[in-house]
Nanobody
């Protein structure tokens, strides 16, 4: 069983930074790829970033590439999303999720088995 809880969201001005954390429980976490998704009002949930269980492979949506960095600390059962140079269009609820495998990653939300409740990120202009 896996349980995820996101934290670190909040209100930030454009150009600022936030660091999201996703704390996980359960033995499965350390061997699974982890992903971050987001959903803005009126929009579909979209892929943001993913990292394999060893951290050897990462992937990013084009919209965040170069600004966001995903990382993980398996000893702490935690995944992070460092968000820099934030833009108003980054405003969304951010979710962390557990991918069904550990050595690859995907942008397909339907291949992720477990989800956290989300944390709100609001970027003001």
């Amino acid at each position: 069983q896996v349980q995820l809880v996101e934290s670190g969201g909040g209100l930030v001005q454009a150009g600022g930074s936030l660091r999201l954390s996703c704390a996980a429980s359960g033995r499965t976490f350390s061997t699974r790829t982890m992903g971050w998704f987001r959903q803005a009002p009126g929009k579909e949930r979209e892929f943001v970033a993913a990292i394999t269980w060893t951290g050897s492979s990462t992937g990013y949506a084009d919209s965040v590439k170069g600004r966001f960095t995903i990382s993980r600390d398996n000893a702490k059962n935690t995944v992070y999303l460092q968000m820099n140079r934030l833009k108003p269009e980054d405003t969304a609820v951010y979710y962390c999720a557990v991918y069904r495998h550990g050595t690859t990653w995907s942008i397909d939300q339907f291949l992720y088995d477990y989800w956290g409740p989300g944390t709100q990120v609001t970027v003001s202009s």
